[in-house]
């Protein structure tokens, strides 16, 4: 059992670092600078925090993941509304990726459905997103470095 648990910490990407730019290859989103990768193992899963500051707003973003396979949901209420906002994320390791499957859903309708799978060779981090968000194909290439 000791055996299996070790293989699957061990399939999970090594994606630690610092980046000092992101930039989308496809042309669209802006990017971000001052990426940072920082990975832990707790409880037997990797969990990965991203942080970086976005280049249109310029404030700092941080997301984190845990690597799990489980679906793990936040949920919010909108104060104005009431309306019920959720985001049900599931991250698995595949190889040397780092995948992620996103709903987001507002008063029980999905608005978005992504996938994103990171990689790093070298000192290189690529993001490839794929999807729709609210009726929008989204085809998306981000690289740091």
């Given at each position: 059992m000791h055996l299996i648990a070790l293989?699957?910490?061990l399939a999970c990407p090594d994606l630690t670092g610092k980046y000092a730019t992101c930039r989308s290859t496809?042309?669209?989103?802006?990017?971000?600078?001052?990426?940072?990768?920082?990975?832990?193992?707790?409880?037997?899963?990797?969990?990965?925090t991203i942080s970086s500051i976005d280049s249109s707003s310029h404030e700092r973003e941080s997301l984190s993941y845990r690597a799990d396979g489980?679906?793990?949901v936040q949920t919010e209420t909108d104060p104005d509304s009431g309306t019920?906002?959720?985001?049900?994320?599931?991250?698995?390791?595949?190889?040397?990726?780092l995948?992620?499957?996103m709903v987001?859903?507002?008063g029980g309708e999905i608005y978005s459905t992504l996938t994103t799978k990171?990689?790093?060779?070298?000192?290189?981090?690529?993001?490839?997103?794929?999807g729709l968000n609210m009726g929008e194909n989204i085809n998306e290439t981000i690289v740091c470095d």
């Open positions: 293989g699957l910490l496809t042309g669209n989103s802006t990017g971000a600078s001052d990426l940072e990768v920082s990975q832990v193992i707790k409880n037997g899963a990797s969990e990965y489980k679906t793990h019920i906002l959720s985001l049900a994320t599931t991250v698995t390791c595949v190889g040397k990726e995948r992620s499957k987001l859903t507002y990171i990689t790093r060779e070298g000192k290189t981090l690529t993001q490839v997103v794929k």
